[in-house]
C-alpha cells in the first residue's frame, strides 16, 4: 500500500522536530516544505540528512522520490 501525504508528513514529524511541514503527492513522489530549527547552522545535505534519517526504511521502502525544501524558522518567515 503507498504512502499518503499526511502519512510521509506524521514520518517526518515523529523523527523531526518541525516547526511547519507541508507534504504533497501521488503515493510515490512527494514534495515538501519542511521547517525546522534543528538545521540551524547546517547545508543543505546535511538538513536532507535529517529527513532521511526520520523517515528511516521507509525512503528505501514505501518513497520512491520526495524532493524537498528544507528551511529554518528564519528563513521561513523571510520567504513569506
Known amino acids: ?28 513522489h512527494f514534495d515538501a516544505v519542511i521547517v525546522s530549527a534543528a538545521f540551524e547552522g547546517k547545508r543543505p545535505i546535511a538538513r536532507h540528512q535529517l529527513v532521511y534519517a526520520a523517515l528511516g526504511d521507509r525512503m528505501k521502502a514505501e518513497i520512491h522520490a520526495l524532493s524537498m525544501r528544507t528551511l529554518t524558522p528564519t528563513e521561513y518567515k523571510a520567504a513569506q
Open 1 to 28: 500500500m503507498l504512502p499518503t501525504p499526511e502519512q510521509v508528513r506524521q514520518y517526518i514529524v515523529d523523527g523531526l522536530p518541525c516547526e511547519h511541514i507541508e507534504v504533497q503527492g501521488d503515493g510515490s
